[in-house]
């Protein structure tokens, strides 16, 4: 039998994941035009950006949940677009995923939910679980939240623990789907409050996107702004607020631009 | 405009409108045999998921057996009572009990329970997935290193396949025993002919020919009720689109296969 493939380990000096000239297009309708972004080991960048600039499908390119029309996507050194099914299914064990609305199994409890990539991908004792379970949910500051459903939790909740279950493998890289949208400004910072937690117990890279600029300067090392399927400017958060750039500006005050009045 | 511009013009619509068609009706049929192809793939490969098995098998089969049981059940009465009535007319009463006894392990019960089946389970299926699909379920299956295929359509299908043959063999008996109900309590038939006559000319190759196709209805409809669901688009919408899509399709191709699966195993 085959040995399953191991994804080689990043050669040092390397980024963790570099995307060079990504394209993507929907019927016709290009959403990624020509997108190049690297992300070091250990940095936490965000991307921001409009509705509908594309930094959903760009998000979901790294995973490989989307394949691009063009560019590539490296992680590790591995170029996702070339891996074979089975080594890509391996290079997913480094990721840990947090998406808009939780994403959580309806037909699962909470502690069912962070068990499932154990349960799925080691050979865990159920006291093993039980323990690495706990652990994550204190890491999102919930308890007792344990056995019960998706349905019976709030918004912010679920998406404590759609974190804890992202984490629950102790992946390399952690992505972050909107994880503020739809949430009152208590609870965003509680939301931004546990990434930026997460981070400092944790040895992870991270990638969030959002169009929430005041989450952004609290979670970020680097802030990307993505504008057409295109980043039209990277820096770090202090830099970014000085950016001379007309839409950066308007973005971070909250303003509409003259195009979208006249 | 002149006429034959307008003719014209009208031709090249039509023409359209049947390319479209299709290209869809080719692009379902493709998504369907993707389906059937990644569950095979995915059927003996490891982890083995006993308990999402079970859970599914109580849920087509056991959870199944009143609808089933009943439909089953009032088919068979109602045939006694039809051909019993018109037998009646040429005095051959006595060969009811045959008629409804192969009629059902043939024909009636395989196809009404699939339809049955293809109702209760196929649009729960689609609507399943699909609404799995629209919250990024399936998303996250993929992103935790899981192939959703294997974790959600396998069982699903597998349970169907393996659940259809004994709820036919339930309603085989439930459908013989309402024939039997009927002309003997309401028709005054002679119970001990009657019986006889019941299993005078059924074969075991009619029983297990009826089986046979119940599996393969089971297969056509999880296969048809999570393809629909897994590739639903359109938010809460799309998902109705696939449930009420899924039971339409699944019935239709259980009608048709149904033709030539009788014609391929009598």
């Given at each position: ?19 060079t000239d ?25 991307i921001?950006g ?40 391996e ?56 056995r ?36 009152d ?78 | ?18 390319g ?110 699909g ?80 089986l ?12 048809t009720g ?18 009420t ?22």
């Open positions: 039998m085959d040995p399953t493939p191991t994804p080689a380990p990043s050669p040092a000096g390397t980024p963790k994941i570099a995307v990504l394209w993507k297009s929907f019927s016709g309708k290009p959403v990624l035009r020509g997108l190049t972004v690297e992300v070091a080991s250990g940095e936490s960048l965000v921001v409009g509705s509908g600039a594309g930094k959903s499908v760009f998000l979901k390119h790294l995973i490989g949940l989307i394949r691009p029309d063009r560019g590539r996507v490296v992680v590790d050194g591995q170029d996702l677009g070339s891996a074979d099914p089975t080594l890509c299914l290079l997913r064990k480094k990721f840990g995923m947090s998406f808009q609305e939780g994403a959580l199994f309806d037909s699962l409890d909470v502690f069912e939910n962070i068990a499932f990539p154990l349960r799925r991908h080691t050979r865990m004792t159920e006291g093993e679980i039980a323990d690495r379970v706990r652990e994550c949910l204190e890491l999102v500051h919930l308890s007792g939240v344990e019960k459903a998706p349905s019976e939790l709030s918004g912010g909740m679920r998406r404590r623990v759609g974190f804890a279950r992202a984490i629950a493998m102790k992946p390399e890289i952690l992505l972050f789907d909107e994880p503020n949208t739809g949430l400004p208590i609870t965003s910072a509680v939301i931004d409050n546990v990434i930026v937690e997460m981070r400092e117990h944790l040895p992870v890279t991270m990638v969030t996107i959002t169009h929430d600029m005041k989450s952004a300067f609290r979670i970020a090392d680097r802030v990307a702004m993505l504008r057409d399927g295109v980043l039209i400017a990277t820096a770090p958060p202090d830099e970014f607020r000085r950016i001379p750039d007309p839409y950066v500006q308007k973005f971070i005050a909250g303003e509409p631009l003259e195009e979208e009045l006249a | 405009m002149s006429s034959s511009a307008r003719l014209l013009q009208t031709a090249r619509a039509t023409l359209d409108g049947v479209v068609r299709t290209v869809a009706l080719f692009e379902e049929a493709g998504r369907f045999f993707y389906i059937l192809y990644q569950t095979g793939y995915w059927l003996f490969r490891r982890p083995f998921d006993g308990r999402q098995w079970l859970r599914q098998m109580v849920r087509v089969g056991v959870d199944s057996i009143p609808v089933v049981g009943l439909t089953a059940m009032f088919t068979g009465m109602v045939m006694a009572l039809q051909t019993y009535r018109g037998f009646e007319r040429f005095h051959a009463e006595a060969y009811v009990g045959s008629v409804v006894s192969l009629s059902l392990t043939r024909e009636l019960a395989p196809v009404l329970a699939a339809l049955m089946i293809a109702g209760r389970i196929g649009s729960s299926l689609a609507a399943e997935l609404s799995m699909r629209v919250t990024e379920q399936i998303d996250a299956l993929y992103a935790m290193a899981t192939e959703p295929i294997h974790y959600l359509i396998v069982p699903r299908v597998a349970a169907t396949t393996l659940m259809l043959p004994p709820l036919v063999a339930c309603a085989d008996g439930l459908g013989i025993f309402g024939g039997y109900a009927v002309a003997v309590g309401l028709m005054d038939a002679n119970p001990v002919v009657y019986w006889e006559k019941t299993f005078q000319y059924l074969d075991l190759n009619d029983v297990f020919s009826g046979i196709k119940a599996a393969a209805f089971g297969l056509i409809l999880s296969v999570c393809t629909k669901g897994f590739f639903t688009g359109g938010g809460a919408e799309g998902v109705g689109r696939s449930t899509a899924a039971v339409v399709m699944a019935s239709l191709v259980i009608l048709i296969s149904d033709f030539f699966l009788t014609k391929l195993l009598f």
